[in-house]
């Protein structure tokens, strides 16, 4: 009885986590983790059952996030584009700006994930979650500075920060969602299409995570999944809701400042263990 009343709170943490998640973009994995490793689940246990659960959760959150017009996808070829005119058949671009970043974003995180696991093999594991929580803390600050600001948009930051943002995930499993909402907007993407490119761009990259353990065929434990699944799934049309409600600029500044907390949180669970 017990143990099936710790399965329920994993169920209510996972739901409270995805809200925090679908709503500003980050926070499901970096939140839950630890809080399911001082349950005593181990890493087995944990890993593969939150990239189940935000792959599921992140492609529901975008279809959502589509749906009520926080973002529109768009993924039929753009046919009139320069690329595909040039490559013909093999050519592909899709048509919505919000459907090219998710696309070039996802692209970058399978390319950048491959070289970060080659490049963590040899560097100490401290000094790159230092920088990853510095560079988030960094970035959460400039977003509050120049909240009130509207960025020029580049492709060039945009793909400099899919393959970053991959390269965070790839070495220390975290870092995507803060680095990839908070780039986004300094990159001069809508707040709020941010959020359902992120959903949709991580889901993807989780997605490529859970294929990657049944290739490999890890013994893994899926007892968490079901919890973290239905937790997720159930929390993810309120926060879209509360993102389609809440004002740009005001939104913009919760970013900021949820970036800058998480980052900071990062750093305080690397120095004081």
């Known amino acids: 009885m017990e143990f099936e009343s710790v399965l ?3 169920f209510f943490i996972s739901m409270l986590a995805e809200y925090m998640d679908a709503t500003i973009g980050m926070g499901y994995g970096t939140t839950l983790t630890p809080l399911l490793l ?3 689940f181990s890493p087995l246990q944990i890993v593969p059952a939150i990239l189940l659960s935000q792959f599921l959760a992140g492609i529901f959150a975008a279809r959502l996030h ?3 017009g926080n973002v529109s996808f768009d993924f039929k070829n753009d046919t009139e584009h320069r690329i595909v005119k040039r490559l013909g058949k ?3 671009i899709p048509r919505s700006p919000a459907s090219k970043v998710a696309f070039v974003l996802v692209i970058s995180s399978i390319v950048g994930v491959f070289v970060a696991v080659l490049i963590a093999l040899s560097l100490p594991v401290f000094y790159l979650k230092l920088y990853i929580s510095l560079l988030v803390i960094a970035m959460g600050i400039i977003i509050i500075v120049k909240h009130k600001t509207r960025n020029e948009f580049s492709w060039k930051k ?3 920060l899919g393959a970053l943002a991959a390269f965070n995930k790839g070495i220390s499993g975290g870092g995507y969602g803060p680095l990839i909402v908070s780039g986004q907007i300094l990159s001069g993407v809508e707040t709020k299409n941010s959020i359902g490119i992120t959903a949709l761009s991580e889901g993807a990259t989780c997605f490529i995570g859970v294929i990657t353990y ?5 013994n893994v434990d899926w007892m968490l999944a079901p919890y973290l699944v239905t937790g997720s799934l159930i929390s993810v049309p309120i926060s879209v809701y509360t993102v389609k409600k ?3 600029k005001k939104f913009t500044l919760i970013i900021g400042v949820a970036t800058t907390l998480l980052g900071l949180f990062t750093l305080y669970k690397l120095l004081i263990p």
């Open 8 to 10: 329920i709170g994993v």
């Open 246 to 248: 809440m004002p740009v």
């Open 158 to 160: 945009i793909m400099g």
């Open 90 to 92: 093999l050519g592909y």
């Open 66 to 68: 589509h749906r009520v």
């Open 214 to 218: 049944f290739i490999v065929g890890a």
């Open 38 to 40: 001082l349950m005593g």
